[in-house]
Structures are given as structure tokens and as C-alpha cells.
Antibody
Framework: QVQLVQSGAEVKKPGASVKISCKAS????????LHWVRQAPGQGLEWMGW????????NYTQKFQGRVTLSRDTSISTAYMELSGLTSDDTALYHC??????????????WGQGTMVTVSS | SYELTQPPSVSVSLGQMARITCSGE??????VYWYQQKPGQLPLLVIY???ERSSGIPERFSGSSSGTVVTLTISGVQAEDEADYYC???????????FGGGTKLTVL
């Protein structure tokens, strides 16, 4: 079955960077876009950006431009999200997500379990 | 940047109809997707492409679109439908996606 498994929780100091991995299985990794979404405690869902795993092309929402980098390693079907210049506002649960049904038209219905990032001095 | 607007909260009595709206200027041109999220759980896609019900989603969930507004309707609300609901869509370029702010559905 389609599955996305993310790396474990992280605790970072303000100003640091974090890099989260998302390993895909059960489908052709390069065939479908992979999105990144975050959710701060008690807050709503926030779309961060997406990557085309085949080409490596990316789009980032304006809020994270210059701070976020999405990448992938097709040899191991793994995507990465790196966020720099962390502040306490970046404390959140970070998810990767994808959709492999053509009917979804690049939206997503499969989520990674989430990686909790805590930013604290 | 592109925005989708949802009401923060909707309350409905058990067995009644709930309607949750989502508005955005690109809605007439881009499909909207609806997610249900219960506390401590991953979001679940309930409606895709404005009005298509995802596999396994009860028939009481439906979606519709009119102009710049899409609506998620839950007919005969059940206690288990109490959750946060988020709409998702892309901007007119299709390159950037955005979630609505979310609507907390309370079943009375």
C-alpha cells in the first residue's frame, strides 16, 4: 500500500535548521508530486510547498520563500524538507503528503505520520 | 498571496444538516478538496474535485460549487462528524496551494 514514513521528532534552538525526511513506498515515487504541510499546536493546516520528484522542480508558498528547501533522492524514494532560521513560531507537526490517483489532479490523500519539530532555547 | 476563507465555527444539532463554506477568487477555475481532521488524527480527504466523495466516505457528505464559493454539506449529521474541516485548493496558476483557515463543526 502507499505509505510515507517520516523521520523522528526534532528539538532545535532558535536560528538553527532542521531537515526532515519522508520515505515513500508502495508506488512510483517519481510519478506524483509530494507536498509538505505543517500544523502548529492548536492551529490549522498550512501548505508549505511541493516538489516534483521526477524533475526536482519545486514551488514554495511565499511565507517560506528563502527559508525552505525541498529536495529528493530518487534512488531511495525519499524526499526532504529543510527549514532554516528557526523560531518558536516554527514549532509544529510537519507532514509530507501525496496522492497517487489520477482523479486527485495533484492533490493528496496519503499523509506521512508527521514529524514534530520543537524550537526552544 | 491567495487565500481561502472559511467560517471559524459551525454548530448543528444531531441529525440536522450542516453546511461549511469556502470562498476564494480562483474557486471557479480550480477544484476544491475537503479534509476532515479529528483530534490527534491525520486529516482525511472526504471530498475531492468539488463534489466527488472519497472512497469509504458516507453518502451524507457532499460538495457543491457556485461561483466563488464551494460548500461542504453533511446531511443528517452524526456525533462522529464533529471535527475540524479544511478546504484546499490551488491558485489560478496551479503552482501554489492553500488551505482555508478551517471550520470547527460542533454537533449539539
Amino acid at each position: 500500500q502507499v505509505q510515507l514514513v517520516q523521520s523522528g521528532a526534532e528539538v532545535k534552538k532558535p536560528g538553527a535548521s532542521v531537515k526532515i525526511s519522508c520515505k515513500a513506498s508502495g508506488y512510483t515515487f517519481t510519478g506524483y508530486p509530494l507536498h509538505w504541510v505543517r500544523q502548529a499546536p492548536g492551529q490549522g493546516l498550512e501548505w508549505m510547498g511541493w516538489i516534483n520528484p521526477k524533475s526536482g522542480g519545486t514551488n514554495y508558498t511565499q511565507k517560506f520563500q528563502g527559508r525552505v528547501t525541498l529536495s529528493r533522492d530518487t534512488s531511495i524514494s525519499t524526499a526532504y524538507m529543510e527549514l532554516s532560521g528557526l523560531t518558536s513560531d516554527d514549532t509544529a507537526l510537519y507532514h509530507c503528503a501525496t496522492g497517487v490517483a489520477a482523479t486527485l489532479l495533484n492533490a493528496f490523500d496519503v499523509w506521512g505520520q508527521g514529524t514534530m519539530v520543537t524550537v526552544s532555547s | 498571496s491567495y487565500e481561502l476563507t472559511q467560517p471559524p465555527s459551525v454548530s448543528v444539532s444531531l441529525g440536522q444538516m450542516a453546511r461549511i463554506t469556502c470562498s476564494g477568487e480562483a474557486v471557479p477555475k480550480k477544484y476544491v478538496y475537503w479534509y476532515q481532521q479529528k483530534p490527534g488524527q491525520l486529516p482525511l480527504l472526504v471530498i475531492y474535485r468539488d463534489n466527488e466523495r472519497s472512497s469509504g466516505i458516507p453518502e451524507r457528505f457532499s460538495g457543491s460549487s457556485s461561483g466563488t464559493v464551494v460548500t461542504l454539506t453533511i446531511s443528517g449529521v452524526q456525533a462522529e462528524d464533529e471535527a475540524d474541516y479544511y478546504c484546499l485548493s490551488a491558485d489560478s496558476s496551479g503552482s501554489y496551494w492553500v488551505f482555508g483557515g478551517g471550520t470547527k463543526l460542533t454537533v449539539l
